[in-house]
């Protein structure tokens, strides 16, 4: 079936505009097409067209007929591993599955579709859902916190899958980190550009332009229609979907903004006319319930143990400027008041006006310091003539490392860079800094203050971690809180929960509530 596109055309783009991009998006199809019949797979030359696809994509508003669902999954298939890499995948197999279980339900209820849509949490503290282009679908474990039924899930679920049936693409900018790094003076600059961008797997002058959905309000509604229609065809209740929004716009605003980096409601904005509308949608749709998938002990069982705020100790947490992982096994303090990032790829620091970074990741082999530290330097007099100033071993408690030094001085002054190899026994690591003369010593004290784990820190690590406990008839969740041990208030676990702070519990019934735990390996 041609997909009509109802939101844009010549009205909305300048014709000469459109034929523009209409033709890049031919030529690029072409070269992509001849690309794949080489047998070149995603080469560096297929990954770079594939990209400008992807960022013409995003920005036209109607290509279907050159953008095939193809090309989509294959953009979609890019962007999955930006995701991965940037925002990253939230641990729980178990949680997942469940989530795959509700999602393939709801793509078995859909007519014919090309696409093949996969499902997948993410480890993102704000509630959000989002979709990128060719059927990946992504929910945070904020949102997935936020869930009381298995119909709210799927509501939220068919809203994303209809932004993908509907190829609503456009675009969102996500964080970085060391873009500002070109902007230093300096040879060594397009060497540790590029290690960085090989650590980051994304070319430093795009990190952390991760595209994701930002709707119009047309497309929001359009995702609303279909998406409560294919709810109701797999058997939930249609409605379920503005219960969902109803409990993440409360327990938003009881947070007050304290984690409002990116949340479903900055996509999804809710508004007195669109809880309206889908109220009359669902009033018009005929459902025939489906039995669930997990009744509430069943989906509240699943999310217990769900880590919970905006830190996962899972993937290392930061107190102020200490870095502490207890997987990795090491603490790493950064200098105060510099911005600091934690990604799946890597933690790092940048100065405030960006004369000076940070980066520790790991690296992809297993060769010695000594191995990591010859290749740099021979790379570093290969393509800038630089020669290190100081390249020696040393160790790290019981750890071989080794440290490589250069002084770029040039017209614009003395940039000092340190690398640091090192070798834990079960992980190898990069730790580079980048910086002008004036934070030289903050660059080495971090890269030579890196150290083994004490135990004394192993036991700080941790967070607020989801638990389920029961309520007694006649209890008030004051009284309740306060014997479970909550941390959260008795205003925003009402909200999470689905209730009326002052409403009276007439029967025991289980609650969702979060409490401290620490964290140890591998949990």
Not at 154 to 176: D, F, M, N, W, Y
Not at 307 to 334: C, E, H, M, T
Not at 340 to 348: A, D, K, L
Request: negative net charge.
């Amino acid at each position: 079936m041609r997909f009509t596109c109802p939101w844009a055309g010549p009205s909305s783009i300048t014709s000469s505009a459109w034929g523009a991009d209409m033709g890049k998006l031919r030529q690029l199809h072409r070269e992509l097409t001849l690309d794949r019949a080489a047998g070149t797979g995603l080469s560096r030359r297929f990954s770079a067209r594939l990209a400008v696809v992807s960022a013409l994509l995003l920005q036209s508003a109607c290509v279907t007929s050159v953008i095939t669902p193809e090309l989509e999954t294959r953009a979609g298939n890019s962007m999955s591993q930006q995701v991965a890499d940037q925002i990253g995948l939230y641990m729980d197999p178990e949680l997942e599955r469940y989530l795959d279980m509700v999602g393939q339900r709801l793509v078995d209820a859909l007519e014919d579709t090309p696409y093949q849509f996969q499902f997948a949490l993410v480890d993102q503290a704000e509630p959000n859902a989002f979709a990128s282009p060719g059927g990946f679908i992504y929910v945070s474990r904020g949102l997935m916190a936020q869930i009381n039924d298995e119909a709210e899930l799927a509501g939220v679920l068919a809203h994303e899958i209809s932004h993908v049936t509907r190829r609503h693409h456009v675009r969102q900018a996500g964080r970085s980190l060391g873009a500002g790094l070109l902007t230093l003076p300096g040879r060594a600059v397009g060497v540790v550009s590029s290690d960085l961008g090989q650590m980051i797997n994304a070319p430093i002058e795009h990190a952390g332009k991760l595209y994701l959905s930002s709707y119009s309000r047309a497309q929001e509604s359009e995702a609303d229609a279909y998406g409560m229609r294919l709810a109701s065809a797999a058997g939930y209740e249609p409605l379920a979907l503005a219960d969902a929004l109803e409990g993440i716009e409360n327990s938003l605003f009881l947070l007050t903004g304290e984690h409002h980096q990116a949340t479903y409601l900055d996509t999804h904005p809710t508004t007195p006319r669109r809880v309206a509308e889908i109220d009359r949608l669902a009033r018009e749709l005929h459902t025939v319930p489906a039995q669930a998938l997990a009744d509430r002990k069943l989906l509240y069982r699943y999310l217990d143990g769900l880590w919970w705020g905006p830190q996962n100790p899972q993937q290392g947490i930061f107190r102020d400027n200490l870095f502490l992982s207890a997987d990795l096994g090491l603490a790493v303090s950064f200098p105060a008041g510099w911005q600091t990032v934690n990604t799946p790829r890597f933690v790092g620091a940048m100065e405030p006006d960006g004369e000076a970074y940070l980066a520790l990741g790991l690296n992809p082999g297993e060769f010695s310091p000594d191995t990591y530290a010859t290749a740099l330097i021979n790379r570093m007099r290969d393509r800038t003539g630089l020669q290190p100033v100081a390249s020696r071993d040393f160790r790290i408690g019981q750890w071989p490392a080794h440290l490589v030094r250069y002084d770029d001085d040039g017209e614009a002054g003395l940039v000092s860079l340190y690398y640091v190899f090192l070798n834990s026994g079960s992980h190898s690591f990069t730790f580079m800094a980048m910086g002008r003369e004036p934070h030289r010593q903050s660059l080495q004290t971090s890269v030579m203050g890196i150290a083994p784990l004490s135990s004394a820190q192993a036991a700080t690590i941790g967070g607020l971690r989801l638990r389920i406990a029961s309520i007694n008839a006649g209890e008030s969740l004051t009284d309740w809180s306060r014997r479970v041990g909550s941390s959260w208030s008795p205003a925003f676990t009402a909200a999470v929960n689905g209730l009326e702070e002052t409403a009276p519990v007439t029967a025991q019934r289980e609650l969702k509530y979060v409490r401290r735990e620490r964290y140890a390996s591998g949990q």
